[in-house]
């Protein structure tokens, strides 16, 4: 029992607890503040597993950016809490029933596999030598993520206007 | 050392499943898609895990292209949420039930 | 065979015998319903042919020691050989005569009885139906063929008690009948499958013959003997099944007199006879007969004692009779059962016939009416009346005196006294109930002075009438001298176990003295000029209550239909009709609809079920990929 490995149980109990806590809250706001605590606990865990970029940019991406777009829209939707019925039986029975098998799958797979035994070793990835990889292997996926994110920006921006012109211009954007 | 993978990989497959029963039970259009962030960050967790197994720095970068892609991914989301809350006036699902 | 059939005058006029009756019943009933002569007509020209063929083979087969059987061909089936054909041996000709006599004489009486009717060439068919079907039952070669007749014979009887079938009463006891009857020959039906199972054939000479003991154990000889006994019960209307009789006097009077009197019912006896043999193989059987036919001689000589309908105290005491009949066959003397079969059919018919009369000439079934109304005026009826019930009392030197005597000599020879105390008391019984009546009708209180009470039938009619009570009049008064010839007729038959009857010279004194002293006891209730005209059962409410209610019977057979049969069992399948199988299928229509709703379900919109699906798509293809 190493103390990484302790640190490593503590933040799965965090990460777990403020999940469970973030999909059974009946408050939109509440649920992504807990959804936040969450992400800075894995955050952490993959400061652990030794990418240290990548817990900057889960912080920075994730928790910043994505979780406070979720809290915008929250907000200017006007959402009322309360109005939906919490764990409505016909679907929270099928899903708990899946859950149950999948548990168990996941469970039997774990435990049946050798491979899972194999204890990690501590490694640290330099986020200069991370960079110079992935920019030297895969130049061809950034460029096409960043055409992505091109393709976002302009579909958000084109269903978010809000259309002041006559019905006709009114449906043609409803169609889109 | 740190854990054992196995451990590693039963995090990862509860928040998975966590995130799918957010998915699935929630009434709220805004709660699906948190769901999809919660899944998506497990599937992160067992990447960055794998290449630590393996020592490789494959699973990381994987991870950087999944972030990017929950980005546009929920921007392009949330956008059409709130365009079907100006079209319909609520978020739950069962009022986009146009189907019947 | 039909070469076969002129040169054997014997098989020719068995034949003609028992099928020109049904042949008349056809013809009546597909061409001759509106020609009342001419359906008269064929049918008593059938029944003349019938009692001439059987007259004839019994005067040419009285020296009969081997029975004549002719067998067809008809069932055959593995192992299993059931013939159709005829039997001659002494109980069967002796019956055919019987039947023969007494149907000819019942249809010329009707001709005047049933004249005017509506229905007249209808009850002459039906006659002519019954006629067949009993003629055939008499002569039946095997058992099968024998229960055929049977039902045959219930189906006639069905259709005679209900003949007025405008009236609610009539077809209700037509009902009762074939359904109670019916029900003793569930009884019967299985306990010949009993035998045909272990004897592989029905044949009623195989049956009676001593090798039957080799093939059956006693138990199951004594489990069949109780079932076929179950069908005798129900059609001689022995205890419990007797209540349908006294109902069935809805029919006309000649059909009662017929029927019901001396030819039907007494089917019941006659099967008793016939398989004798095989009966007396079982001890404990034939102590159950004697038992039940005790028991019903004495409870229908009880409700005879408080009945105010002339056509019900004989009914009450056809019942009575027969389980003395019973008694005596069942006590191991196979001659005076069959004797007493032959002179009560004679002399019960006459006494239904002469009430006939009185009712047709008073229009009332009720006795102290009649006697009131002058019915002793009436002299031909009433003295055969007097005649027929001093047969039925057992006063000599009428020819029930000779049967009775027979009887009480069988039971005497038993080795408890009990049953010949209780023949005794039967005897007294009769003898009570029977001049009651007589003293009710001869000695009224008062006399109504009506003088004009003839219809307009005219003579003719009172003549048709009178000739068949005149007859059947001497028939009683002297068939008790033919007891020896009779007797000498029976001793050829085969199997049947000789009793040796030891001789009770007291008994006959004991007979007469029981006989008279009813007669006594009736002359001071009922004959003498200052009497008070209320007999020693009606004085005490509760015995005149229970006997009047057929002793409570028929109450107890009501509740048991209305709890059991049609609370439990007809509600059970009532309830099973409509919920389980109009609710199984109603429940497959709406399961159908209902699938169609969840696959719709599926099919269309929310989209939360559709992501659920996904996931549960990839556990399973984790599930498969694991294993």
Redesign the interface.
């Given at each position: 029992m190493?103390v990484?490995?302790i640190i490593?149980?503590l933040l799965?109990l965090l990460?777990?607890g403020s999940?469970?806590m973030?999909?059974t809250r009946r408050n939109?706001v509440h649920?992504?503040i807990y959804?936040i605590f969450?992400?800075f606990g894995?955050a952490m865990?993959?400061y652990?597993?030794?990418?240290p970029?990548?817990a900057v940019?889960?912080v920075i991406?994730?928790a910043g950016?994505?979780m406070v777009?979720?809290l915008f829209?929250?907000i200017?939707?006007k959402?009322k809490p309360g109005q939906?019925?919490?764990?409505?039986l016909n679907?929270?029975v099928?899903?708990?029933l899946?859950?149950i098998v999948?548990?168990a799958i996941?469970?039997g797979?774990?435990?049946s596999?050798p491979?899972?035994?194999?204890?990690?070793?501590?490694?640290q990835?330099d986020p200069g030598?991370?960079g110079q990889?992935?920019f030297g292997?895969?130049w061809l996926?950034i460029e096409i993520?960043s055409l992505?994110?091109l393709?976002?920006?302009i579909?958000?921006?084109l269903?978010?206007r809000?259309s002041k012109k006559v019905p006709a211009a009114k449906a043609s954007e409803?169609e889109l | 050392?740190?854990?054992?993978?196995?451990?590693?990989?039963?995090?990862a497959?509860?928040?998975f499943?966590?995130?799918?029963?957010?998915?699935?039970?929630?009434?709220?259009l805004?709660?699906?898609?948190?769901?999809v962030?919660?899944m998506l960050?497990a599937a992160?967790?067992i990447l960055?895990?794998s290449?630590?197994?393996w020592?490789q720095?494959e699973g990381?970068?994987i991870?950087?292209?999944v972030?990017?892609?929950?980005?546009?991914?929920?921007?392009?989301g949330?956008?059409?949420?709130?365009?079907a809350?100006?079209?319909t006036g609520s978020?739950?699902?069962?009022d986009?039930?146009?189907?019947? | 065979m039909i070469a076969a059939l002129t040169q054997d005058s014997t098989l020719l006029a068995t034949i003609l015998a028992t099928m020109l009756p049904f042949v008349a019943f056809l013809v009546i009933m597909v061409f001759a319903r509106n020609h009342r002569g001419l359906s008269a007509g064929l049918s008593i020209g059938a029944i003349m042919v019938s009692l001439l063929g059987a007259v004839f083979l019994l005067t040419r087969h009285w020296q009969l020691e081997v029975p004549i059987q002719y067998l067809g061909r008809w069932l055959v089936s593995g192992d299993i050989h059931i013939p159709f054909g005829f039997l001659l041996d002494q109980p069967s000709l002796l019956m055919l005569t019987i039947v023969a006599t007494i149907s000819f004489l019942v249809q010329i009486y009707s001709l005047g009885y049933m004249a005017g009717d509506a229905g007249f060439s209808r009850y002459y068919a039906f006659m002519s139906l019954f006629a067949w079907a009993m003629m055939n039952l008499t002569l039946a070669p095997t058992m099968v063929q024998l229960y055929i007749f049977w039902e045959l014979v219930g189906l006639s009887s069905y259709l005679l008690i209900g003949f007025w079938y405008e009236k609610f009463s009539a077809t209700e006891a037509g009902k009762k009948a074939f359904v109670m009857t019916r029900f003793g020959d569930v009884a019967f039906f299985l306990g010949l499958l009993l035998a045909l199972v272990n004897l592989g054939n029905l044949n009623i000479l195989e049956m009676n013959s001593p090798q039957v003991t080799e093939r059956m154990s006693p138990l199951l000889i004594t489990i069949a003997s109780l079932l076929i006994f179950g069908g005798i019960v129900g059609k001689s209307a022995q205890f419990p099944l007797l209540t349908w009789l006294p109902d069935a006097m809805e029919g006309p009077t000649p059909v009662s007199a017929l029927l019901h009197s001396a030819t039907m019912v007494a089917a019941g006896v006659y099967l008793f006879g016939r398989l004798f043999p095989f009966f007396s193989h079982s001890a404990t059987a034939m102590a159950v007969f004697l038992a039940i036919g005790t028991i019903s001689m004495l409870l229908a000589s009880t409700m005879a004692m408080v009945s105010r309908d002339i056509k019900q105290v004989w009914a009450y005491s056809t019942i009575s009779q027969l389980g003395f009949m019973i008694m005596g066959l069942a006590a191991g003397s196979y001659f005076s059962g069959m004797f007493h079969l032959t002179t009560h059919a004679g002399f019960k018919a006459l006494l239904f016939l002469c009430a006939g009369v009185f009712i047709h000439v008073f229009e009332t079934n009720d006795v102290f009416e009649i006697g009131r109304r002058g019915g002793r005026r009436l002299k031909v009826p009433m003295i055969c009346t007097v005649i027929g019930a001093a047969a039925l009392a057992g006063l000599p030197p009428f020819s029930g005196f000779f049967s009775k005597e027979l009887i009480l000599a069988a039971l005497a020879d038993l080795k408890n006294p009990l049953w010949l105390v209780a023949g005794l008391l039967g005897v007294f019984f009769t003898a009570y109930y029977t001049f009651r009546l007589i003293f009710i009708i001869l000695r009224p209180e008062d006399i109504l002075d009506e003088t004009g009470i003839h219809h307009d039938h005219g003579h003719g009619s009172y003549w048709l009438m009178g000739w068949p009570l005149i007859l059947l009049a001497a028939i009683t008064a002297v068939l008790g001298f033919f007891e020896g010839t009779l007797e000498d007729f029976f001793k050829a038959q085969q199997f049947i176990p000789t009793t040796g009857g030891g001789h009770h010279s007291w008994l006959s004194f004991a007979a007469l003295g029981t006989a008279g002293a009813g007669v006594v006891l009736a002359w001071i209730e009922y004959g003498r000029r200052s009497a008070t005209r209320i007999g020693f059962a009606e004085r005490i409410a509760p015995l005149n209550n229970l006997f009047a209610e057929r002793w409570y019977i028929d109450r107890f057979y009501r509740r048991f239909l209305d709890v059991f049969i049609y609370g439990m069992v007809s509600r059970g399948f009532a309830n099973n009709d409509n919920k389980v199988i109009d609710g199984g299928i109603d429940g497959l229509s709406r399961g159908t609809v209902a699938t169609g709703r969840f696959t719709s379900v599926l099919h269309?919109?929310?989209?939360?079920y559709r992501?659920?699906t996904i996931?549960v798509v990839i556990v399973l293809l984790a599930l498969y990929f694991f294993f």
């Open positions: 190493t990484y490995s490593f149980y799965a990460i777990l999940t469970a973030a999909i939109m649920a992504v959804l969450s992400f894995s865990i993959f652990l597993f030794g990418a970029f990548l940019l889960e991406i994730y950016a994505i777009l979720f829209i929250v200017m939707m959402l939906e019925r919490l764990f409505p679907q929270w099928p899903a708990a899946c859950g999948y548990i996941g469970l797979l774990v435990i596999e491979g899972s035994r194999i204890t990690l070793k501590t490694a990835a030598l991370f990889y992935i292997k895969h996926s993520v992505l994110l393709v976002a920006l579909g958000a921006l269903l978010g809000r409803g | 050392m740190i854990v054992p993978f196995g451990h590693v990989l039963l995090l497959g509860l928040l499943l966590m995130g799918m029963v957010c998915m699935v039970v929630r009434r709220s805004i709660m699906i898609l948190l769901g962030e919660i960050n992160a967790i960055v895990g290449s630590l197994l020592q720095l990381q970068s991870v950087l292209f972030f990017a892609i929950a980005g546009a991914e929920v921007s392009v949330l956008a059409l949420i709130v365009w809350h100006r079209q978020v739950d699902p069962r986009f039930n146009r189907l019947k | 269309l919109g929310m989209i939360q992501l659920l996931f």
